[in-house]
C-alpha cells in the first residue's frame, strides 16, 4: 500500500519562499513518478511538476517554471517542492501525487489521472 504524506505549507507575504516535502511510503515499481498539483478555491486540480524517480528527468508547468524546483531524495523516498518569489496566485491547496508512466510517454506527468496514490493536501496561502 501507498501512501503519500505532505507537509511544509504555510502562509507567506508575496515574495517569499515555502518549501514542500512528500513522504512516499511503499513506494514499488509501479510509482516512478511524482507529481505535485495544486488546487485554488472554485478552480479544477492543475498540474505544477512531476519527476521521474530514476533519472530525476523533471517537468514544469509555465507559471512556475523558474520560481519553483522539484527535487528528490531517493534514500529518503521524499520528494521536495521548493516555492521561491511566491505570488497570491499560487495560493492553493498543493497535493503530491504518484503514479507509473511508462518509457517514451512524458506526457502523461501532466495529467493527473496518471497518478494513482495522492497525499491529504497542504495549503499554501501568499497574501499580497
Known amino acids: 500500500q501507498v501512501q503519500l504524506v505532505e507537509s511544509g505549507g504555510g502562509s507567506v507575504q508575496a515574495g517569499g519562499s515555502l518549501r514542500l516535502s512528500c513522504a512516499v511510503e511503499?513506494?514499488?515499481?509501479?510509482?516512478?513518478?511524482v507529481g505535485w498539483f495544486r488546487q485554488a478555491p472554485g478552480k479544477e486540480r492543475e498540474f505544477a511538476a512531476a519527476?521521474?524517480?530514476?533519472?530525476?528527468?523533471?517537468y514544469y508547468a509555465d507559471a512556475v517554471k523558474g520560481r519553483f524546483t522539484i527535487s528528490r531524495d531517493n534514500a529518503k523516498n521524499t520528494v521536495y517542492f521548493e516555492m521561491n518569489n511566491l505570488k497570491p496566485e499560487d495560493t492553493a491547496i498543493y497535493y503530491c501525487?504518484?503514479?507509473?508512466?511508462?518509457?517514451?510517454?512524458?506526457?502523461?506527468?501532466?495529467?493527473?489521472?496518471?497518478?494513482?496514490?495522492w497525499g491529504q493536501g497542504t495549503q499554501v496561502t501568499v497574501s499580497s
Open positions: 511503499g513506494r514499488t515499481f509501479s510509482t516512478n513518478a
Open positions: 519527476i521521474k524517480w530514476d533519472y530525476g528527468r523533471t
Open positions: 501525487g504518484a503514479g507509473s508512466v511508462p518509457f517514451a510517454a512524458s506526457g502523461m506527468y501532466f495529467a493527473a489521472s496518471t497518478y494513482r496514490y
